[in-house]
C-alpha cells in the first residue's frame, strides 16, 4: 500500500528566502506526482505535474523533481513571498487507475 | 479551463438527517470522478471512485450505504451522506478527471457539520 509523507509538517521562513519541501513515497511504481497548494479552508490548486518519466518540471518560481528510484520528490520555493503562504500537497498517482495518494502536507508561513 | 464546482460550499444540519453534495465538471466532460474527505489538519483521504454510468468503487473502510454516490452524466456527480451524525463532519472534496486529460482537477470542497 502506498503511503506518502511529508517533511517537514510545517515551515517558517522570512520574505525573500528560498525553501525546498519534501516528499516520499514507499512505492516507486506510480504514474506520476502532483504537488498541490490547499489555502485555509479551500479545495486544492495544481501547481506542477511530473510524469513518471521525467526528472522536474518548473513554473515561474516554483521547481519539483522526482527521483522515483529512491521514492523522493522535491518542491524548491524561490524568493519566497507572504503569498506562498499555504499548505502544500504532495500526492503520488498510482499506474492502475490512477488515485492519488497524499500526503499530509507542509504548512508554509512565509513572514514578511 | 477545467473548472469543477461542488454545491453547496457549506451545509448544517442535524443529526439523523441526509445531505446531498453535488459536484460539476463545468468545461469538460469527465469520465471519472472521486470523492475526497479530509478532517482538519489531515490530508486528503479518498472515499470512492465513479465512472459515468457506473456503480462507485469504495476505498477500505467506506460504507457505501452511508455515502452514496451517483455519476449519472458526464458532468454532475453526487455524494448523499445519508443518516448523518457528528463524526461525519468533515471537509468534502471532489475532483473530476477526463478521458483524455492526466490529471484531477479539484472542486473548492464542501463544510459538513452535523450537529
Known amino acids: 500500500k502506498q503511503e506518502v509523507t511529508q517533511i517537514p509538517a510545517a515551515l517558517s521562513v522570512p520574505e525573500g528566502e528560498n525553501l525546498v519541501l519534501n516528499c516520499s513515497f514507499t512505492d516507486s511504481a506510480i504514474y506520476n506526482l502532483q504537488w498541490f497548494r490547499q489555502d485555509p479552508g479551500k479545495g486544492l490548486t495544481s501547481l506542477l505535474l511530473?510524469?513518471?518519466?521525467?526528472r522536474e518540471q518548473t513554473s515561474g518560481r516554483l521547481n519539483a523533481s522526482l527521483d522515483k528510484s529512491s521514492g523522493r520528490s522535491t518542491l524548491y520555493i524561490a524568493a519566497s513571498q507572504p503569498g506562498d503562504s499555504a499548505t502544500y500537497l504532495c500526492?503520488?498517482?498510482?499506474?492502475?487507475?490512477?488515485?492519488?495518494?497524499f500526503g499530509q502536507g507542509t504548512r508554509l508561513t512565509i513572514n514578511p | 479551463g477545467a473548472v469543477v464546482s461542488q454545491h453547496p460550499s457549506r451545509v448544517i444540519c442535524k443529526s439523523g438527517t441526509s445531505v446531498k453534495i453535488e459536484c460539476r465538471s463545468l468545461?469538460?466532460?469527465?469520465?471519472?470522478m472521486f470523492w475526497y474527505r479530509q478532517f482538519p489538519k489531515q490530508s486528503l483521504m479518498l472515499m470512492a471512485t465513479?465512472?459515468?454510468?457506473?456503480?462507485?468503487?469504495?476505498e477500505q473502510g467506506v460504507e457505501k450505504d452511508k455515502f452514496l454516490i451517483n455519476h449519472a452524466s458526464l458532468t454532475l456527480s453526487t455524494l448523499t451522506v445519508t443518516s448523518a451524525h457528528p463524526e461525519d463532519s468533515s471537509f468534502y472534496i471532489c475532483?473530476?478527471?477526463?478521458?483524455?486529460?492526466?490529471?484531477?482537477?479539484f472542486g473548492p470542497g464542501t463544510r459538513l457539520t452535523v450537529l
Open positions: 511530473i510524469q513518471s518519466s521525467q
Open positions: 500526492a503520488v498517482g498510482d499506474q492502475g487507475a490512477q488515485k492519488l495518494v
Open positions: 475532483s473530476a478527471r477526463g478521458s483524455w486529460r492526466d490529471t484531477q482537477y
Open positions: 465513479s465512472n459515468e454510468g457506473s456503480k462507485a468503487t469504495y
Open positions: 468545461d469538460f466532460q469527465a469520465t471519472t
